[in-house]
T-cell receptor, first 113, second 111 residues
Framework: NAGVMQNPRHLVRRRGQEARLRCSPM?????VYWYRQLPEEGLKFMVYLQKENIIDESGMPKERFSAEFPKEGPSILRIQQVVRGDSAAYFCASSPMANTEAFFGQGTRLTVV | TQLLEQSPQFLSIQEGENLTVYCNSS?????LQWYRQEPGEGPVLLVTVVTGGEVKKLKRLTFQFGDARKDSSLHITAAQPGDTGLYLC???????????WGLGTSLAVNP
């Protein structure tokens, strides 16, 4: 049973480009969470999705950031017009239902140059 | 406001020593999870505690959930260099649907 798969592991983008981060949850998991982690700042919640629905996006910036979890395929975190401050590790986690333990992917390290 | 306070923030010890790290809150949690994160990797779930007063053991690691379900501790016996990492606690408070996270305890075990 494969774990949560994130790709790419490393992503380099120039300022102004778009970044697309992908997350395939564990088999049977329909709940996906995205987090951002900066050194010394801990995990910051961004968005919680359940198949085709955004349940909670309170941690996601209103502009340039969007997330989706289509009926088929991986969840996508999209960052438009990236800036240097977007450089961070982005982690995806999945769970089989709400309010249960989450399992993490290995993350995507985004570097904006 | 940090709902889950972890202490200490940093800990550096010698191989073979024992240690305890703490995860405290003023809120009641329906469950608490402990994760370990190594550099460059995602957090890995170690244990989930659900019942107040519950104690769970995982080899040399002992996890305890406070009676009031507001705090938890992780005790490591005879620490080894392989225990080095960031230990994070997280939990669901009340009807909150997203995990609340502590900032973690960064542990370094020196050979």
């Amino acid at each position: 049973n494969a774990g949560v798969m994130q790709n790419p592991r490393h992503l380099v983008r120039r300022r102004g480009q778009e970044a697309r981060l992908r997350c395939s949850p564990m088999k049977g998991h329909s709940h996906v969470y995205w987090y951002r982690q900066l050194p010394e700042e801990g995990l910051k919640f961004m968005v919680y999705l359940q198949k085709e629905n955004i349940i909670d996006e309170s941690g996601m910036p209103k502009e340039r950031f969007s997330a989706e979890f289509p009926k088929e395929g991986p969840s996508i975190l999209r960052i438009q017009q990236v800036v240097r401050g977007d450089s961070a590790a982005y982690f995806c986690a999945s769970s089989p239902m709400a309010n249960t333990e989450a399992f993490f992917g290995q993350g995507t390290r985004l570097t904006v140059v | 406001t940090q709902l889950l306070e972890q202490s200490p923030q940093f800990l550096s010890i010698q191989e073979g020593e024992n240690l305890t790290v703490y995860c405290n809150s003023s809120s009641v949690f329906s469950s608490l999870q402990w994760y370990r994160q190594e550099p460059g990797e995602g957090p890995v779930l170690l244990v989930t505690v659900v019942t107040g007063g519950e104690v769970k053991k995982l080899k040399r690691l002992t996890f305890q959930f406070g009676d009031a379900r507001k705090d938890s501790s992780l005790h490591i016996t005879a620490a080894q260099p392989g225990d080095t990492g960031l230990y994070l606690c997280a939990g669901f408070a009340g009807n909150n649907r997203k995990l609340i996270w502590g900032l973690g305890t960064s542990l370094a075990v020196n050979p």
